[in-house]
């Protein structure tokens, strides 16, 4: 095992590589408050990567019905237990000095106490064939009162916290900066591409050993029978390349992202300091800005240790303990900042999805003021200011303001449509 520096748990952890960072990471944000569970962005993926035989049960992109949904069932909820298991009552993250820092054990320091009897490197579970067959069960299913079968709370939907709730949870890949399925293949048929941080399965390597699959905490390797070879998400490579006939040489978000009806996805490359693989400073790049200035968005299970590059945008609604699990000692201060939004976060969250090109920095310019009020109690201001974004070529891509526009048909066209 080597140490390496992982920044999410805030201190160096053990991994059976060498740390190697790319140039720049793929990366994105998912923004959970405004996902709708339309399951467009799963579609986009299946239809693209995964309609062929033998992967009828894959689903590289999946929306899940959080707490009870999960696709393979209960994923999250088994690898906690695990990880409880190896480690009693010391999953736990110490947030006395300002800067969190986890003192539990990651799925890799877990395995090494050799709960993995068959010498592992990574503490995981192979999922059984039915577990895969429902990428969205329970869907809609919420959390009512303990023990009730049908019986919601009769105020359960109020602001700061519901009482009966439930929330999508969109996943893919997270192309992790210390990848579980990478450190798990005996064959190294798993490489991290050092242009752009993907993660791939060589196809011509893989021999079907499924540790991948084992490893991943997230279950985002899947195996596929007919072929007896596994496959993953591959970050629609073509596209952020800038490769596929659609993206005329530009790079371009992936299939996923730029079906999202919600808007909830924004994708991108983010810099890396290829010392320790943590985020170099690139103030105007959304992404960075969003994870690191603003500090609304935050990895799905940092305590596993993969430094997964997926990061949400916590549900504003659901009960904190439930979140800080998932999400880390960040969901306080994420959920406020999001729920009052100062000028510059207001404008760079109008960012999302008005392009289908990647975008590599942005400009802010302030407008007027166009609204005062309360807010929960809060005295709240909007002003329609500007946000300008700019890809890899440092061209404008598109500008849009924070006050969407109002057009109006005029009359002799009332019904045409
Ligand atoms: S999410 Fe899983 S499959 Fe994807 S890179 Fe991380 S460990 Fe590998
Ligand atoms: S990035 Fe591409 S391959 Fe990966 S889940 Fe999204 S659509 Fe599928
Ligand atoms: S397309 Fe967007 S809004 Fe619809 S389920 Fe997927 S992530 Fe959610």
Redesign the pocket.
Known sequence: MSEVFNWQLGRKMEYPYEGAYPERQFAFVFNINRCLGCQT?TM??KS??TFNKGQEHMW??NVESKPYGGYPQNWDVKVLNLLEKANPGGQVWDATNGQPKFEGQTIFEAAKKSLTPDGSRVLGYLPEDHEWNSPNIYEDNPKGERGKKYEFDKEGTELPIHKTWFYYLAR??NHCTYPACLAACPRKAIYKRPEDGIVLINQEECRGYRKCVEACPYKKSMYRGNTRISEK????YPRVEGSDPEANGKPME????ASCIGQIRMQGLVKMNQKDGTWAEDRQNPLYYLVHVAKVALPLYPQFGTSPNGFYIPPRWVPKEYLQQMFGPGVDQAIENYLYPDRELLAVLQLFRRSNLIIFSYKFEKGKKVYEGKLRGKNVEMYDDTVIAYGKDGKELFRTKVEEPVYERSNKHANSI
Not at 233 to 236: E, G, L, R, V
Not at 254 to 257: F, G, L, P
Request: aromatic letters at 12%; one cysteine or more; charged letters at 5%.
């Open positions: 962005c986009a993926c693209t990567w590289w992109a893919i890949c998400c591959i970050a629609c992936t299939r996923c992202m």
